[in-house]
């Protein structure tokens, strides 16, 4: 029994771990969060939207019969029926734990027009009527879920509808006839709308509001370097009072895919509800985004004399750097130098409170170019600097810019002798900040687009920095066409 309860404590910690890590691989790289105001302002564009498609909608003819003394037994007709005018108040959306939306419509308004007419033996008779429909109440759950390819999916479930009071005016000859049992026409009245309206609703949901959610996009180009994966992790997630939706928010190589070998960080999202949709984009966004860049080249470079600005007290030749190394000069007198470099690692952005900063390392290998046009390696450099970064918001993408501190120079390798790098170092600092940074900071200001339905734009944004994410909050607008 000792030997099982000394191991007892180290398998415990290693199923923790392992659990851990495992729940760790699953978190999203980017979460858009829709608050109360979000939700409200989508009931209200969603309420538009049923309006118009009710004004649509054919109401079905519908007939009976009627018995009046003295007139005996007859049959009318009710047809060419079509809604006038509609107003839906009271438009509610509000977030169903565990299964996605729930839409609530109040006090709302029809009103239908329409003809009708009466036979009663050889006698026919005809006129209009107009229906003033109060009251009515629309209540369906919208159950949200998740396509294996990432997409987003909505349908409705549960629907139910009511209306309070139906006023039928009938005019034309004896119109007065059936305004007598009135209470049994506007009974059908009520069946009929109520039985339409909720008809037209889950349609709607079908043919309109499921298309639109498919214009949220999966994948997104970015350069012709990078596209950004935006399928969903899961199906949106509804609590007591917004809706997350979790994205995975990898940048990726177009040319090849290599799998990213760190995780996602768990953010812990700020109670806010000032905006209507709040996005948290980690820093595995960004530093997925560094990798790729870093795999494909774009942060290489290299530097030649003629690179090198007119007054310089340093040019790359052979002869130039006879003070200092004089091995360098004998070995290879009057020739052409070039400086090739390359970032040692891909340089990650670090998120803490109010602060982003990368700490970049540089490898820079000197070469001689031989008269052969071979290029043969004389030394090698290893640069350090610190860099701060902003990132700001331009409409519907993150940008960013960096601002780079003094770079410092180690020489780490050396085939001519060790030398003194200062007069390289002011050369180098001279390249990075007049050539690589701006390059980088073009990248970055071109940025990276956020996950947006159609015709949805963004504004009134406020940024904040958290630890290990970015913390957008703005409002939105539905442009419509």
Not at 127 to 143: A, E, H, R, Y
Not at 220 to 241: H, K, N, V
Not at 317 to 328: A, G, Q, Y
């Amino acid at each position: 029994m000792k030997p099982l309860a000394a191991a007892l404590p180290s398998l415990l910690l290693r199923l923790l771990l392992t659990s851990t890590l495992g729940a760790l691989g699953t978190n999203p790289g980017l979460v858009a969060r829709i608050t109360d105001k979000g939700l409200q302002y989508v009931a209200r564009e969603g309420s538009v939207a049923l309006q118009k498609e009710l004004l649509r909608i054919t109401l079905p003819d519908f007939t009976g019969d009627f018995k009046i003394k003295p007139f005996g037994r007859g049959h009318y007709e009710f047809h060419s029926l079509s809604i006038h005018s509609c107003e839906l108040r009271g438009s509610a959306l509000s977030p169903l734990p565990g299964q996605g939306l729930s839409l609530s419509i109040s006090d709302s308004f029809i009103r239908v027009k329409g003809e009708w007419k009466a036979r009663k033996a050889f006698v026919k008779l005809h006129g209009s009527f107009d229906v003033q429909v109060k009251g009515i109440t629309i209540s369906v759950s919208l159950v949200l879920g998740r396509e294996p390819s990432g997409r987003p999916t909505i349908t409705a479930s549960g629907c139910s509808s009511h209306i309070q009071d139906v006023e039928v005016d009938i005019s034309g000859d004896l119109g007065w006839l059936l305004n007598l049992f009135h209470n049994q026409i506007e009974s059908k009245f009520r069946r009929e709308l109520e039985s339409k309206v909720c008809e037209m609703l889950q349609n709607s949901v079908t043919s309109d509001l499921q298309p639109y959610l498919q214009t949220l996009p999966v994948t997104t180009e970015i350069d012709s370097f990078a596209g950004i994966d935006y399928s969903l992790m899961e199906a949106p997630r509804a609590t007591a009072q917004m809706l997350d939706v979790m994205f995975k928010g990898e940048i990726f190589s177009r040319d090849h895919y290599s799998p990213v070998t760190f995780l996602a960080p768990v953010m812990s999202l700020p109670e806010q509800q000032d905006r209507m949709v709040y996005f948290a984009v980690s820093d595995y966004v960004f530093n997925t985004a560094s990798l790729v860049y870093h795999e494909s080249g774009y942060l290489n470079f290299s530097i030649t004399d003629d690179m090198v600005p007119q007054g310089s007290n340093i040019r790359l030749t052979t002869k130039s750097f006879r003070p200092f190394v004089p091995r360098l000069a004998r070995l290879y007198p009057n020739m052409n130098l070039e400086l090739q470099g390359a970032m040692a690692s891909a340089p990650f952005l670090n998120f803490s409170p109010g602060n982003l900063s990368s700490t970049p390392l540089m490898e820079i290998e000197g070469f001689v170019l031989l008269p052969s046009s071979v290029k043969e390696p004389v030394f090698r450099l290893g640069v350090a600097t610190n860099v701060s970064a902003m990132l700001t918001f331009n409409i519907s993408r993150i940008t960013g810019f960096l601002k780079p501190g003094k770079i410092q120079v180690e020489l780490k390798e050396s085939k001519v002798g060790v030398f003194n790098v200062e007069l390289l170092e002011a050369l180098l600092n001279y390249y990075i900040l007049n050539t690589l940074y701006p390059k980088v900071n073009e990248k970055l200001a071109e940025g990276f687009p956020l996950p947006l339905l159609k015709d949805i734009q963004l504004y009134d944004p406020v940024l904040e920095i958290h630890k290990d994410f970015l913390f957008l909050g703005t409002n939105l607008q539905y442009k419509r066409a």
